[in-house]
């Protein structure tokens, strides 16, 4: 099994978005959303759910798959909510358990996990305080000039559990998400972060540095003594301000390999994808993104644009939401985990497939400069696929003929 380990030293910047996810990709993102999870956990267990939602590009990555804007703040808000609302009910099957949420939803996080703990026999003081050290930390021991507005804590059946929240910067305009790990931690009170993501506003009180000076015995003691330690010199992962999604936001190698797959290769030339018959090459693009969030390893989301397209996104970048070919993967998905249920996993290896095959090919593909060409052509298309954005839905062009990276 894969395990993902991350440097707590890297941030990245996410503009805010405002603005509610529309119900016809909210309901499909709690759907497609609840799948995959359910697909992580039946192929590598609980705990790896828990490392991957302390990846940010991971996270990222996912969000893009599940239509949202590929680089804005509302991935966190919008994913977690569809999680809770997918796992949650599901808890006794899955053993994943979700609080908390944004605003007052935070604040309801203790109530939560005392009402599992009463229902699982799990240490419900001990989740709580869990719980308030991460918060206090990110607003008070690291004093960045965020704003903690949205806590999630994440449980598995054992006790073990993840946080991502998230923070508000009012002067500029950014967010910083900050993830957790349990299996990571060893302190609250010296580097206990599986990550922080967002960009540097400069100086910082850093309580949480482990060249700090002062004795952490908690961090009550931290917060009052005041002891600067700015931040060395830190790897960055820096989100752009553009909404578009331009071509050095993507790895085209990687992107070039899953439309040769999808576009110009017959399925059939995979024996083990024949398992897939009847599912065109639109959502063999996207049914191959899902597969390597699935199965990919850490490397593998360095460029977190690339998944958004498997299924566009609600503001139209890098083009609307493919609605037929998001449900289309939501039943193939759905599907091959009901049949895993049942003992027969052969489409759930052919999913996995789909990620080696673009794998082979990317080993060999050469891309050119058709780039921004794929993305008018998924326009052009948009309305066969039964595209939509926050603005409507897509309709027919006056032309087509189809554009792919390679020649």
Same mark, same amino acid.
């Given at each position: ?19 509610? /996810? ?12 609840? @799948? $995959?999870?359910?697909? /992580? ?23 893009? =798959? ?8 509302? $991935?966190?808000?919008? /994913? ?17 358990? $979700? ?24 240490? *419900?003081?001990?989740? =709580? ?30 006790? *073990? ?27 609250? =009170? ?28 908690? %961090? ?31 790895? %085209? ?20 994808? %024949?398992?897939?018959?009847?599912? *065109? ?6 049914? &191959?993104? =899902? ?31 493919? &609605? ?10 759905? &599907?091959?985990?009901?049949? @895993? ?15 080696? @095959? ?50």
């Amino acid at each position: 099994m894969p395990k993902l380990y991350f440097d707590n030293k890297w941030y990245a910047d996410l503009p805010l978005h405002y603005g509610k /996810v529309p119900y016809w990709l909210a309901e499909r993102m709690g759907r497609l959303g609840g @799948a $995959i999870i359910e697909s /992580v956990v039946l192929e590598y267990g609980r705990s790896e759910v828990l490392s991957r939602l302390s990846d940010p590009l991971w996270f990222q990555a996912f969000g893009c =798959v599940l239509g949202m804007d590929w680089h804005s703040s509302g $991935i966190t808000t919008s /994913v977690m909510g569809a999680l809770k609302g997918a796992l949650n009910p599901k808890f006794n099957d899955l053993g994943i358990y $979700i609080c908390g949420g944004k605003g007052k939803h935070s604040r309801q996080t203790p109530n939560e996990l005392m009402h599992l703990s009463e229902r699982t026999g799990l240490n *419900g003081d001990e989740l =709580v305080r869990n719980s308030r050290l991460s918060a206090k930390v990110d607003n008070n021991a690291i004093q960045d000039g965020f704003q903690i507005y949205l806590h999630n804590f994440i449980v598995t059946r054992e006790g *073990g559990w993840a946080v991502v929240q998230q923070g508000m910067n009012e002067q500029n305009g950014m967010a910083r998400r900050y993830h957790w790990n349990s299996a990571q931690l060893k302190s609250f =009170v010296e580097e206990p972060h599986a990550f922080i993501y967002g960009v540097n506003q400069g100086e910082i009180l850093n309580l949480t540095d482990k060249e700090a000076t002062v004795t952490k015995t908690g %961090l009550l003691n931290l917060v009052k003594e005041s002891p600067a330690v700015i931040l060395p010199e830190i790897r960055k992962i820096i989100m752009p301000s553009h909404h578009d999604v331009r071509e050095k936001d993507v790895d %085209l190698k990687r992107l070039g390999s899953v439309l040769a797959l999808a576009y110009e290769r017959q399925v059939t030339d995979f024996e083990s994808l %024949l398992l897939l018959e009847g599912v *065109g090459p639109r959502a063999i693009q996207s049914l &191959t993104l =899902v597969s390597e969030i699935i199965h990919g390893t850490p490397s593998r989301f360095t460029d977190p644009a690339r998944f958004s397209f498997a299924h566009g996104g609600k503001d139209g970048h890098p083009f609307p939401v493919p &609605t037929k070919t998001y449900d289309q993967t939501i039943e193939v998905l759905r &599907t091959a985990l009901d049949k @895993a249920k049942l003992g027969h996993y052969d489409k759930q290896e052919a999913i996995k497939n789909l990620t080696l @095959a673009a794998q082979a090919i990317e080993k060999k593909f050469l891309p050119n400069a058709n780039f921004y060409k794929v993305i008018e052509q998924e326009r052009r298309d948009s309305y066969k696929y039964g595209g939509r954005t926050v603005f409507g839905k897509a309709k027919a062009p006056k032309n087509s003929g189809q554009i792919s990276l390679f020649d």
